[in-house]
Each structure stands twice: as C-alpha cells, then as structure tokens.
C-alpha cells in the first residue's frame, strides 16, 4: 500500500485509501522547463504505482506554462498523458486528492507532495534524463551535471545490454523476497533511488539467481520506471 509524506503536516498518507473513490492526482507545474517536467514525471511515477495496485487514478495538469512545449516534453520522457485539470479539488467522487508541485509552490486542497528543483542542463536523450532524474529522491535537488548525465547513460546502457542477453535464457518467476523489496522501496514515499538499489543487487547476484528471474526482475520493475529496459531484446549483439 503506497503510502506518501504530506508536506503540510509531515505525515505519512495511505495514497488510495480504502473503501473510497479513485485518486485524482493533480500535477501544477509553473513554465515548462527540466523543473516542471520533473513535476510530470513523480506524477507518472504515482499513476504507475497506484495502477500496480489496480487503483483507480485521474491523473490532471494545473497550473500555468506552454502547454503544448510542456507536453511534449513529456510524451518524450515516457510521461503518461494528463487531463486538463478544470475542478478545483477535484470531482465529488475523487475522494483523496494528491497535488504535485515543485517546492514552494503549495496548494489548498488535497495531500500536498512536494518535488524538488533541477539544476543544469537536460541532456538530449529523454529517457537518460528520466533515469539522472529517478536517481535521486524525488525532493532532492537535482544537479544535471556531466557526471550526472555520464552515470545515467553509461547504466542505462550497461542494463539493457544485459536485460537482452537475460531475455535469451528461459524465463523464470520473480523471487518473492525481490518482489518485496522492490515493493516496499515504492511503497515508502516512492523511493525509487531504493527500487533503483534492488535492480544493482539484482544484476550482481550470483549464479544462483537464474537469468530469467533477472530479466522478469527488470521488465516488472520497469512497469514504473518507464525505462525501456527491454528495448534492446532481439538487437544483434
């Protein structure tokens, strides 16, 4: 069960609770620049876990910006689409309402959950953004500098090399205490830099965790990172 912290009180929050109407998660973004696009992404980070668990989800954009820039940007990076966001606090039926919005920009309504700055400048590849951007907990400042953006492109590649050589041996099932770790890593407050951990334990492991079990580890962690991890299967080598 996702549970996230509310900026206003400090507290940690059920994101979707029980016996209650589906989530609406609002994204407010000012502009439309690597801050604002870090905004989106926590959004879809949300509806991807939320969705995991089969909850319902209404995923909105408020705020102000070059909508059609900003939506771009975001189709590039592998955010899921927004709605235009026209109820304030959301439809009767949206009975918890999470507002995501950079810091300093808090709202009235709903649990508020709070994304920090990005410094530097946002390298071409989009998806080596999304993973310099995941590296970091998501109210830290992100500074997108050339080791930053090295790192990322240097294990992005390094783990779809090796999801497609696993992808080659026969398939095998997640091990339960992975699929535990991953979940709790998201679970608590959308730790991803945690979930980001698992995957390298995972890669290092002995031969006693079969390739297959790795490439499923990856295509089902994948599911919300939105790395495109199993791109690269059936390239020659």
């Given at each position: 069960m996702l549970?996230?912290?509310?900026?206003?009180?400090?507290?940690?929050?059920?994101?979707?609770?029980?016996?209650?109407?589906?989530?609406?998660?609002?994204?407010h973004v000012q502009g439309h620049g690597t801050g604002a696009l870090r905004v989106l992404l926590v959004t879809d980070l949300?509806?991807?876990?939320?969705?995991?668990?089969?909850?319902?989800?209404?995923?909105?954009?408020?705020?102000?910006?070059?909508?059609?820039?900003?939506?771009?940007?975001?189709?590039?990076?592998?955010?899921?689409?927004?709605?235009?966001?026209?109820?304030?606090?959301?439809?009767?039926?949206?009975?918890?309402?999470?507002?995501?919005?950079?810091?300093?920009?808090?709202?009235?309504?709903?649990?508020?959950?709070?994304?920090?700055?990005?410094?530097?400048?946002?390298?071409?590849?989009?998806?080596?953004?999304?993973l310099a951007l995941l590296q970091h907990a998501r109210t830290e400042t992100v500074r997108l500098d050339a080791a930053a953006v090295g790192d990322a492109h240097d294990t992005l590649a390094g783990w779809r090399r090796a999801v497609a050589g696993w992808a080659r041996q026969p398939s095998r099932p997640v091990p339960d205490e992975v699929r535990g770790r991953l979940r709790a890593a998201w679970e608590d407050d959308l730790d991803v830099p945690e979930v980001l951990n698992v995957l390298r334990s995972v890669a290092d492991a002995g031969p006693e965790l079969p390739d297959g079990a790795r490439f499923e580890t990856y295509a089902y962690a994948d599911r919300l990172l939105g790395l495109e991890l199993t791109r690269d299967i059936g390239a020659a080598p």
């Open positions: 549970r996230i912290i509310d900026a206003r009180t400090g507290e940690a929050v059920v994101a979707a609770p029980v016996r209650r109407g589906p989530t609406r998660i609002e994204a949300l509806v991807r876990a939320l969705e995991l668990d089969s909850t319902p989800v209404r995923a909105v954009l408020t705020g102000e910006g070059d909508r059609a820039v900003l939506r771009a940007g975001a189709a590039a990076l592998g955010i899921h689409p927004l709605e235009e966001g026209h109820e304030p606090g959301g439809r009767p039926a949206e009975r918890q309402v999470l507002r995501v919005a950079a810091e300093g920009d808090a709202g009235a309504d709903g649990v508020q959950v709070v994304v920090g700055d990005v410094l530097g400048e946002a390298p071409s590849d989009p998806t080596v953004l999304r």
